[in-house]
């Protein structure tokens, strides 16, 4: 499933044959839209390939912009780049899936897609308002449409050759499992939070099984500290082989069979991110016996957006 053995251009064959997803990813989770612009150009020159993006982001419109300057600038081709990007909790019903993949399209300006997801397994009020809540302050989710509703929708993307590859984000295996198993076209990708503190093992191993990729967004555990980044077994183990915290916790993700999201937002952090290279197998053990349990994200539980970056 994983080809090369440079990080840097290690790629995984996504199921049905729907493309090669590239391991290393960069993500636009970035309020500020000139932010988002020059971050997704520098991450483009340090060598990411895979970028992942959002309608829930709003900056759709910039990521395109930067990736179709950078493209040009670069003498890269399209087909050299693999794009994301999810459809939010207020377009499940399946009516409104193909205007909201046209809409992400439009602003990516692109004329097909890598990868579509579902971004999160809840389904919110229909609407323009992407966080609709009743006057308590409660959200408001639409018991209308079923997830199974919106993965069809989904697969119909596929049969129009609008996009190569779809998925699911921000679930677990309970709900993922009746997916799979009532799927005509078999969910390509998983993304879901997971670095030392969540390690998600059971639900890697299904994925393997089933040759589905998982995408670990949060790999650095959103940058909060504490958190990996400044966990001592992670520092030792940098100091030890002359690599930063993030560079071993890039290269753990890689090297246990999942491909990842980082959002670097300078142009010396992206290729601090890009240029990583694989561990001794005794780090790797440490890392795996890092007992230490936590989410950052609680996106998973109500399909509300649970984190703001720090700093953004
Ligand atoms: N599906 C979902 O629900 C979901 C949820 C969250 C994220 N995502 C995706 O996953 C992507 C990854 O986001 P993330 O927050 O999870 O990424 P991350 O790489 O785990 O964390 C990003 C944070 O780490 C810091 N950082 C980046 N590189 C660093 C380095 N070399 N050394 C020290 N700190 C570093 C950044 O700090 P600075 O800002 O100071 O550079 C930033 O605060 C997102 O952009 C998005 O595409 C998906």
């Not at 909060?224 to 940098?238: F, H, Q, S, Y």
Request: proline share 6%; net charge negative.
């Amino acid at each position: 499933m994983i080809e090369s053995s440079d990080f840097r251009t290690k790629r995984m064959s996504l199921n049905h044959g729907a493309g090669r997803l590239p391991v290393l990813g960069f993500g636009t989770l970035i309020s500020d839209a000139a932010a988002t612009i020059s971050a997704t150009r520098d991450a483009l020159e340090a060598g990411f390939r895979h970028f992942d993006c959002a309608e829930r982001y709003r900056n759709e419109r910039e990521v395109g912009e930067a990736l179709q300057a950078g493209l040009g600038a670069g003498g890269i081709a399209r087909e050299d780049i693999f794009v994301t990007t999810k459809l939010w909790n207020t377009n499940h019903r399946p009516e409104r899936v193909e205007p909201a993949f046209e809409a992400s399209m439009n602003r990516l300006r692109l004329d097909y897609l890598d990868l579509y997801l579902i971004h999160t397994p809840f389904a919110f009020q229909p609407g323009d308002e992407q966080d609709p809540r009743d006057q308590n302050g409660n959200v408001l989710y639409d018991r209308g449409v079923t997830l199974l509703d919106t993965w069809r929708a989904l697969e119909s993307l596929v049969d129009h050759g609008k996009c190569r590859a779809i998925g699911l984000s921000d679930i677990g295996l309970n709900e993922l499992l009746p997916i799979y198993e009532s799927a005509r076209i078999k969910p390509a990708v998983v993304q879901v939070e997971a670095h030392p503190y969540l390690p998600e093992t059971e639900l890697l191993e299904f994925c393997r099984e089933k040759c589905i990729v998982l995408l670990a967004f949060a790999p650095l555990g959103h940058g909060m500290r504490p958190g990996p980044l400044e966990d001592p077994v992670i520092t030792a183990i940098a100091a030890r082989v002359g690599k930063t915290s993030a560079q071993v916790l890039l290269a753990w993700a890689v090297q246990r069979g999942t491909a990842l999201l980082t959002t670097p937002m300078t142009a010396d952090r992206a290729r601090e991110n890009f240029n990583i290279s694989a561990l001794p197998e005794d780090a790797l053990d440490e890392i795996n016996h890092i007992q230490t349990r936590q989410r950052f994200n609680e996106v998973v539980k109500t399909g509300s957006p649970g984190f703001i970056p720090q700093g953004r």
